[in-house]
């Protein structure tokens, strides 16, 4: 087995794995998209933001401080992981894409290709 | 009941539903209002020396996070400013799932905890507290002669 097939499983099995579905705010300015999602818990180094062009899949593992002998008594969030896929559209440009994650939040900004940034056009006549 | 008038996201919508039915059907909800699906989620564990909650609250200030711990009742309260653009940005908002504004969640723990005995930490986005037992209330063995 080569490499690439490893990781293609590895890949593949992260997919496969229950998560949580995080909640997002999407806002589009003229320059581009900006996508805020709420990733309590994950850490940087368990983050994983893939885009090609036409999906975006955020993955990210939750890494909690647990003493030993815990038992659960009251549980909201039920799974350490966190997983969301967007299509992307085509004026959007992947490589082009910046990620900041702070205090839980991943921050990512996707500029759109040059061709696709709005012109005002002149009306003559 | 909530709705949005103009689904965007039917993922989105989805998991809103299952909320609303979660809400609906649970179990003798607490007297505090309902016990799943506010802001900060919590997850509530104990061991035999302590009892540690954690709050899923991204996003915030660590210093503006304000923890009260009273007569077994604790309570988390605090802000959370909208990442959203006003409205005079020529900017268009797709997808708004996210929590804003002011929080206030309490949970009824139980009443052998020592209020002097508590830590709080913020670390990506989760607040971690931990409460000691009194030491009184902790499981000793005792011996037999």
Known sequence: MNEQTAVTRSDQAAMDQPALLPPVDVVEDDSGITLYADLPGVPKDRLSVQADAETLIIDGEMALEMPKELEATHVEVNLPRYRRVFSLSKELDPAKLSAELKNGVLTLRIQKAERAKPRRIQVTG | MELSLFPRDLFAELDRLQRQVQRAFEFSPSIRGFARGGFPALNVASTPQSVEIYGFAPGLEPKSIE????????????????????????????????????????ITLSDDLDPNEVRAAYRDGVLHISIKRLESAQPRRINVN
């Open chain 2, 67 to 106: 923890v009260q711990l009273e007569r077994g009742v604790l309570s988390i309260a605090g802000e959370r400013k909208s990442a959203l653009p006003d409205a005079r940005q020529p900017a268009t908002v797709h997808v708004n799932e996210r929590f804003a504004g002011r929080f206030h969640r309490v």
